[in-house]
């Protein structure tokens, strides 16, 4: 079946490097991306969002790249500290049947080192 | 505080019986949801509600089962029928489909 995907299971970095997360989707109709986090033994937490009309959209410290010709998004994180250590998400509403659905990846675990 | 509660944290039960996670949420949500995530995975769908009284499958949603009589509630049953139970269960709302999805601390239950 169709999903969303991580390349990397695991990311480790030095406090203060810029993190880069990625992310592969297989589901063409897939319209609208998120990102998580998610801290050991908590519930996911928004970080940012991006349509598949936008291939950039920046937050604070955070930006999400979207490149819909290879199905691909990624997450970039600047100067990353000891507290962005967590499990990252990649998750895709998709469309067509899957509309009311969101799929998520498997998930990377990123750890900085002071 | 405004936000998502889920008890009890930690749940143990013995294997072939029921056992119902709640869910409560005071965000005035309409649309609620159950996921389901294993060690080293992302969340899998299991139920959601688009408003009360309503609630379409998800991924997963065999040996679950779920109500939604109130718009605040949204508690998960896990039958005896359900083959590999011990999981940790987030809940989580938004204010409709397709909006941002605020989950709640999520559920350890553990089935021996």
């Known amino acids: 079946g169709e999903s969303v995907g991580l390349h990397l299971p695991t990311l480790s970095v030095q406090e203060g490097d810029n993190s880069i997360i990625n992310c592969a989707y297989s589901n063409s109709a897939s319209d609208y991306f998120i990102w998580y986090k998610q801290e050991s033994g908590k519930g996911p937490q928004f970080i940012i969002d991006?349509?598949?009309?936008?291939d950039k959209r920046q937050g604070q410290r955070v930006t999400v790249l979207l490149n819909k010709t290879v199905k691909h998004l990624s997450l970039q994180i600047a100067a990353t500290q000891p507290g962005d250590s967590a499990v990252y998400f990649c998750?895709?509403?998709?469309?067509?049947?899957?509309?009311?659905?969101?799929?998520f990846g498997q998930g990377t675990i990123l750890t900085v080192h002071p | 505080d405004g936000g998502i509660t889920q008890s009890p944290k930690y749940l143990f039960r013995k294997e072939g019986q029921n056992v119902t996670l709640s869910c409560e949420q005071n965000?005035?949500?309409?649309?609620m949801y159950w996921y389901r995530q294993d060690p080293g995975q992302g969340l899998r769908l299991i139920y959601y509600s688009q408003i009360v009284n309503d609630f379409q499958k998800g991924d997963i949603a065999e040996g679950y089962s779920v109500s939604r009589e109130k718009k605040e509630s949204f508690p998960l049953t896990v039958t005896s029928a359900q083959k590999n139970p011990t999981a940790f269960y987030l809940c989580a709302s938004s204010l409709g489909l397709r909006k941002e999805q605020y989950f709640g601390p999520g559920t350890r239950l553990t089935v021996t």
């Open positions: 998750a895709d509403w998709g469309g067509g049947t899957s509309y009311g659905k969101l799929t």
């Open positions: 965000l005035n949500h309409d649309a």
């Open positions: 991006i349509r598949s009309n936008m």
